[in-house]
């Protein structure tokens, strides 16, 4: 083998190694890089704060990054100047970023900064405030300046989150939130926020829930203290969600009145317990009606009435076996539209309750005029009437006025027989709660009123 051969073949395999080596330097830049403004992307930005945080606990701020109404660009200017607006405001935030810092495009108009070193809350909050203003001059394009505001999340490490995945999903919920007020502002991660993202997954499954058959009901009796007969039940939703478990309707109830779901929920509730009720009556069972609960909205809508008459008239079903419980806010919210529903709907010849009653703060004028049925008594005067002077004296004097206005009166969580010694002593009309029996499906109650262990 001469020299140049040798000399030709080592620069053959030198150049074979450096091309592969800078093959897989390339690679690995294309996986940490946004290929766009050439700044790390996520998964460069989750290591950097997970090299910091997960094995040393050191603390980081870690602040997501919008730019407010960037599709208008796209759609007024072309994708050609959005694209130049995300590579000029990557500049800014890699040139403004504090030392040691890193900055990230993580997609789209999404920025990340990750800001090792402890900060307070109000701290971080005036050093980013500052920050930002560097990035607030106009953009040009096509000569003419275009001013832009954008939204920032923040998350702080450790108490927002101990590792990289957490601390930017935090910082993006934060995010959200300032993008659902109004943008153009800054806010720390909050817990609160989780309750929020919660409320907003739950608005978007109500739908498919209804459809999958998520949600069911159970019914709970209430027994009447005159005949000694679990006369009725009244209809509780409960929602069996296969990714967010059992929902309590005290969350999602609400959720479905903000979100407008409400009306197709209580229809489907409407169907069920007449559908229902329809079954013990013609097999002479012990239920004698069954009491839905409807909520301020759509009672206070002009839907309701009409609703009722059609499910009604579907299940074969006569009014008389149906009960509706409103409660005192949603009538006091529009006490005239709620007398002339409630008059409307008795026509009928549906009951009418006013659910946890003494908690809102409806009159005594108010009270009278009402031309309801049955008070439910909540079960906060309830839980101490049997040990406490004030909440019997409060429990008489209710029972006493419905008298007065011609009303029923129901306890509602009764647990003990002490309290229900109590209320027959006062002279309550019907009780309800775990005493008797907690809310069950049709065919628990069933197996347990033919053993007529109650009731009849
Ligand atoms: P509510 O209508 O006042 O129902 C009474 C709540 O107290 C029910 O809770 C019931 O399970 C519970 N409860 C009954 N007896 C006892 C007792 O002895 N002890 C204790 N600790 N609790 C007792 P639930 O089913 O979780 O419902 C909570 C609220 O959610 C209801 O209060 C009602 O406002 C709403 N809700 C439930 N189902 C429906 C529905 O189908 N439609 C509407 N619009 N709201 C519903
Ligand atoms: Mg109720
Ligand atoms: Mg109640």
Redesign the pocket.
């Known amino acids: 083998m001469n020299l140049s051969f040798f000399l030709f073949f080592a620069f053959v395999v030198i150049s074979l190694i450096l091309f592969r080596f800078q093959r897989k330097k390339y690679a690995f830049y294309r996986k940490q890089t946004d290929l766009l403004t050439n700044l790390p992307n996520r998964r460069s930005l989750e290591q950097f704060i997970e090299a910091r945080t997960t094995p040393l606990n050191l603390p980081i701020a870690v602040v997501v990054i919008d730019l407010d109404n960037f599709n208008w660009i796209n759609e007024e200017y072309g994708y050609e100047s959005g694209d130049s607006v995300l590579v000029e405001f990557s500049e800014r935030l890699a040139f403004s970023a504090p030392a040691h810092s890193l900055a990230a495009r993580i997609e789209g108009n999404k920025f990340a900064l990750a800001i090792p070193g402890t900060y307070s809350r109000e701290g971080i909050q005036t050093m980013l405030a500052d920050q930002f203003l560097s990035l607030q001059s106009p953009f040009y394009i096509s000569g003419a300046p275009v001013h832009l505001t954008f939204s920032a999340g923040v998350a702080l490490a450790p108490e927002d989150g101990r590792n990289g995945h957490t601390l930017l999903l935090h910082a993006e919920r934060a995010l959200r939130h300032v993008k659902h007020h109004g943008k153009n502002n800054l806010v720390l991660y909050n817990t609160s926020f989780q309750r929020q993202d919660l409320e907003l997954q739950l608005a978007m499954s109500f739908r498919s829930a209804l459809q999958n058959g998520e949600f069911f009901l159970c019914y ?1 009796p209430k027994l009447s203290i005159h005949s000694g007969k679990t006369d009725s039940v ?4 409960r929602w069996n969600s296969p990714v967010h478990g059992t929902v ?3 969350l999602f ?1 609400p959720v479905a009145e903000k979100n407008g779901f ?1 009306f197709d929920l ?1 229809k489907w ?1 409407l169907q069920e317990a007449c559908r229902q009720m329809k079954k013990w009556s013609e097999t002479n069972h012990t239920f004698q009606r069954v009491a ?4 301020a909205p759509l009672f206070l809508s002009d839907r309701l009435p009409e609703m009722i008459r059609d499910i009604l008239h579907d299940c074969k079903l006569d009014a008389g076996f149906l009960e509706l ?1 409103i409660t005192e806010t949603a009538v006091m919210e529009d006490f005239q539209n709620a007398c002339r529903i409630i008059t409307l709907l008795k026509k009928e010849g549906i009951t009418i309750s006013l ?2 009653f003494g908690t809102g703060v409806s009159s005594l004028t108010h009270l009278k005029n009402l031309p309801i049925d049955t008070l439910k008594i909540d ?1 906060s005067f309830i839980n101490e009437v049997h040990t406490s002077f004030e909440d019997k004296a409060l429990v008489e004097m209710i029972i006493q006025l419905a008298n007065l206005f011609g009303l029923s009166v129901t306890a ?4 003990k027989q002490e309290q229900l010694s109590v209320l027959q002593r006062l002279g309550c009309d019907s009780i ?4 008797i029996s ?2 069950e499906l049709p065919d628990v109650l069933d197996a347990y009123f033919t053993e007529k262990k109650y009731g009849s």
């Open positions: 709970q009244e209809a509780l939703i309590s309707p005290a109830i409400i209580t509730i839905v609960n409807i909520s419980e659910d946890d079960k509602e969580g009764v647990e309800q709660g775990y005493l907690r809310p």
